[in-house]
Antibody, heavy 118, light 107 residues
């Protein structure tokens, strides 16, 4: 059974760079799109972007200038970097597995709360 | 981006009630729609994909319908475990978007 384990810094100051990593356990790394989705406290879900096993990426246009998603296939890991964070980036960040580019999501990490505060 | 609008935002219901949640897309998404259930402090759980295909293990009291721009999620007989938030998600465009959510509360 596939599991996603994620980690990263939970408290950032404004203008810093958010960095999260997700490791895939128990399943294939290829053939899927590895995705980041976030949820501000008490609010809805926002898709951040995705990457496939060959490194092809797609990003949310509203975040594209600040987002980088990368992967390390040897470690079965993918990572998110979001630069120049503000309080508006405070959210629970989920790593997620999708079947293809722009898909539905049936495997989710537990989520990491990232708080941006001075 | 394709905008997804859910209604109502909050719904109060009793155990045994039939519950319907609506999701509207700003343009046609064919049947490229998924529904999720989310409980407090947990990740969303996929219930339905391709508008009406129930995921394995999801109780049959959940059903989805619709195509084009209007979709519904129906819970035929609300159970105590169903009090949660529900989200729709379109995946016609690779720039994925979600509805704003519907919280199903105990009446």
């Amino acid at each position: 059974q596939v599991q996603l384990q994620q980690w990263g810094a939970g408290l950032l100051k404004p203008s810093e760079t958010l960095s999260l990593t997700c490791t895939v356990y128990g399943g294939s790394f290829s053939g899927y799109y590895w995705t980041w989705i976030r949820q501000p406290p008490g609010k809805g879900l926002e898709w951040i972007g995705e990457i496939n096993h060959s490194g092809s990426t797609n990003y949310n246009p509203s975040l594209k200038s600040r987002v980088t998603i990368s992967l390390d296939t040897s470690k079965k890991q993918f990572s998110l970097k979001l630069s120049s964070v503000t309080a508006a980036d405070t959210a629970v960040y989920y790593c997620v597995r999708g079947y293809g580019s722009g898909s539905y999501y049936h495997v989710w990490g537990l989520g990491t709360l990232v708080t941006v505060s001075s | 981006d394709i905008q997804m609008t859910q209604s109502p935002s909050t719904l109060s219901a009793s155990v045994g009630d039939r519950v319907t949640i609506t999701c509207r897309a700003s343009q046609s998404i064919s049947s490229w729609l998924a529904w999720y259930q989310q409980k407090p402090g947990k990740a969303p759980k996929l219930l339905i994909q391709k508008a009406s295909s129930l995921e394995s293990g999801v109780p049959s009291r959940f059903s989805g319908s619709g195509s084009g721009t209007e979709f519904t999620l129906t819970i035929s007989s609300l159970q105590p475990d169903d009090f949660a938030s529900y989200y729709c998600q379109q995946y016609k465009s690779y720039s994925i978007t979600f509805g704003g959510g519907t919280k199903v509360e105990i009446k």
